[in-house]
């Protein structure tokens, strides 16, 4: 009766390493979990180093990465799509798994003893680990790494990037599905807004070809060019400025600065010169009553007069040097 506890002692490790499977079977029941999935295989701490482990006969690729939105990894959810979507066509192009390649995520959440070993503070990070045994078998059994640095990365060049590490085999073609919703969607507003235009059209058309909307749009446009609204944009121009009294100052020294109120107030001056010039020239002489007529005439010149005395001593302000001037200013 004492025989049979030492023969089970001395039977365990025999029956540990027949346990133990091979790097076939290893690839065989991760290859088998991929395509039923049709997506990346999810691991945890154990199967990854399971997967992993050499030696190895086969490829694996996982992505590192962090879904939980408590973590706030945007990146980490905007790309397990493309890289499920990436496992999808891989192994659906390679159908007899010639290429040996097996694609794995690891979360977090699920790969803490993982992540805390390789000391990774940030995520995603996708890992290729190349075979250790065989004929496509490399002698540096480190992982390499792809840089997810330049943001945001689609499937397109994590398959370029893949192919390449992997010489030894024809990689499958990637081939982006098509989005049936996204058409429909583009389809039906493209039809929404033609049957808009065409029931709106009697009445949006007499507004785009009247002659004072587009002769007001192109006077504001111009306005705003002159007085300098790009100058503030192209130089970043502060607001206003110190006159070194204690006061404010509005413009500017020299035709090479200029402040954005000061934009705004030749903006203004231009505006009224503008209208009250359209005024004399339009609607002056349409007027009926001649005494009427004679006094807009005077008033509407003497705006003309005042506002451009105004804009000359603005001038003159810019440059001392400036010699033109007109009364009162």
Known sequence: MRLLPAL???LLPLTALGAKKSPGDRFAEYDTKQRSASKAVTLDDRSYEALTTAPRDYSVAVLLTALEARFGCGLCNEFQPEWDLLAKQWTKGDKNG?????????DFLDGKATFQSMMLQTAPVLLLFHPTTGPNARADSTPVRFDFSNGPDRAEP????????????????FVRPINYVKIAVITTLGLGVVTFLSVAAP??????????????????????????????HIRKVPYAGADGKGGM??????????????????????????????SLALKVPRM??????????FVWGGVILVVYSFLLSIF??????????????
């Open 288 to 297: 009926a009553d001649a005494r009427a007529q004679s006094i807009a005439v």
């Open 249 to 278: 100052s509005y413009f500017a020294g020299g035709f090479q600065n200029q402040f954005g109120l000061e934009t705004q107030i030749i903006a203004a001056l231009y505006g009224v010169l503008s209208f009250a010039t359209i």
């Open 158 to 173: 994590i398959h370029a990037w893949l192919s390449r590490q992997l010489p030894h085999t024809s990689p499958p073609p």
């Open 98 to 106: 010639e290429g040996r390649l097996v694609f794995g995520t690891l």
């Open 203 to 232: 009445y949006i058309l007499p507004i785009i070809q009247n002659r004072n909307l587009w002769a007001a749009v192109s006077l504001l446009a111009v306005l705003l060019f002159t007085s300098g609204h790009m100058f503030n």
């Open 316 to 329: 003159r302000i810019k440059s001392g040097g400036y010699p033109f001037w007109l009364p009162p200013f």
């Open 8 to 10: 089970t002692a001395l």
